[in-house]
T-cell receptor, first 111, second 112 residues
Framework: GQSLEQPSEVTAVEGAIVQINCTYQ??????LSWYQQHDGGAPTFLSY????GLEETGRFSSFLSRSDSYGYLLLQELQMKDSASYFC????????????FGTGTRLQVFP | DGGITQSPKYLFRKEGQNVTLSCEQN?????MYWYRQDPGQGLRLIYY???????QKGDIAEGYSVSREKKESFPLTVTSAQKNPTAFYLC???????????FGDGTRLSIL
């Protein structure tokens, strides 16, 4: 089967750094995406890794190791507004861009 | 103003009734997708379409139907055969290459 595993919940305080891990097992792999979703809202794109290594976008960074079938999202200088659910998603097909989503990690940021 | 418009925001279905969720986009993206999200869960693919007049089943297509008569529109019908339709439904588009999928604001469907 195809599966992505993420921790169900992470808590942190404002200003801290948090890492959300994602391990995957899929029949095809063309990249790993990260999305943020606030309660009741639409997922918004954060970051994408097609190759091994670190991608940095402002306070957010994402890492991929294809040999370990593993990636993570790193959030720095946490703010209250970062409280949301974070999903990793594997791009399982290049031509159709079919995405397989993890079950999400709920991040709660406390003052 | 470019984007993806899903309507209605909230929808209620009676037993045995078919309902149709609208998804319209003006991004000129070829590919469109429908996902279902249950509480505390990730997104699961229902149907997708890469070009007009063509669509493919996703992982959970049973009880759903779609059409793609225009590039801008990809409506989803939740049929009476879908016995557990209560969920959050999200429409997405894809431009191609390494671009991400973009999502609409979703439709929340409940059973009366």
């Amino acid at each position: 089967g195809q599966s992505l595993e993420q921790p169900s919940e992470v808590t942190a305080v404002e200003g801290a750094i948090v890492q959300i891990n994602c391990t995957y097992q899929t029949s095809g792999f063309y990249g790993l995406s990260w999305y943020q979703q606030h309660d009741g809202g639409a997922p918004t794109f954060l970051s994408y890794n097609a190759l091994d290594g670190l991608e940095e976008t402002g306070r957010f960074s994402s890492f991929l190791s294809r040999s370990d079938s593993y990636g993570y999202l790193l959030l720095q200088e946490l703010q209250m507004k970062d409280s949301a659910s974070y999903f990793c998603a594997v791009r399982a097909s290049y031509n159709t861009d079919k995405l397989i989503f993890g079950t999400g990690t709920r991040l709660q940021v406390f003052p | 103003d470019g984007g993806i418009t899903q309507s209605p925001k909230y929808l209620f279905r009676k037993e045995g009734q078919n309902v149709t969720l609208s998804c319209e986009q003006n991004l000129n993206h070829d590919a469109m997708y429908w996902y279902r999200q249950d509480p505390g869960q990730g997104l699961r693919l229902i149907y997708y379409s890469q070009i007009v007049n063509d669509f493919q089943k996703g992982d959970i297509a049973e009880g759903y139907s779609v059409s793609r008569e225009k590039k801008e529109s990809f409506p989803l019908t939740v049929t009476s055969a879908q016995k557990n339709p209560t969920a959050f439904y999200l429409c997405a588009t894809y431009q191609g290459g390494n671009q991400p999928q973009h999502f609409g604001d979703g439709t929340r469907l409940s059973i009366l």
